[in-house]
């Protein structure tokens, strides 16, 4: 699945449109900076001023999205939603290795 990661986020992009039509799709770390390994994750970065504020509505957002996909239960998408504010962190971090899908 690493191999084929774009694929998959492109397919989680599709997903998450379809949930929080206002979200912004990215992906940062190692994928984004072209040095992952065979042990890294993807770290998708679901941004949108529409993801609930509980910890427990978000999952079952990834839920939904994993399910539609039919992703294995250990697979290595990380997906991250975030609000905007929420998001300033991951990306100023990332400002130099970021892919937005959508």
């Known amino acids: 699945m690493l191999k084929n990661w774009?694929?998959?986020?492109?397919?989680?992009?599709?997903?998450?449109?379809?949930?929080?039509?206002?979200?912004k799709v990215y992906v940062v770390g190692s994928v984004a900076r072209?040095?992952?390994v065979a042990s890294s994750d993807v770290d998708v970065l679901?941004?949108?001023d529409r993801?609930?504020?509980?910890?427990?509505?978000?999952?079952?957002?990834?839920l939904i999205i994993e399910?539609?996909?039919n992703?294995?239960?250990?697979?290595p998408f990380e997906i991250h939603l975030l609000t905007k504010t929420e998001a300033k962190h991951?990306?100023?971090?990332s400002s130099n290795h970021i892919?937005?899908?959508?």
């Open 51 to 62: 993801v609930p504020e509980k910890p427990a509505d978000r999952s079952r957002i990834k």
């Open 34 to 36: 072209g040095d992952y």
């Open 67 to 69: 399910e539609k996909l």
């Open 46 to 48: 679901v941004v949108s």
């Open 90 to 93: 991951y990306l100023k971090k």
């Open 6 to 23: 774009r694929k998959w986020v492109e397919k989680i992009a599709q997903e998450v449109a379809e949930l929080l039509p206002d979200a």
């Open 99 to 102: 892919i937005q899908l959508t």
């Open 71 to 75: 992703l294995p239960p250990h697979h």
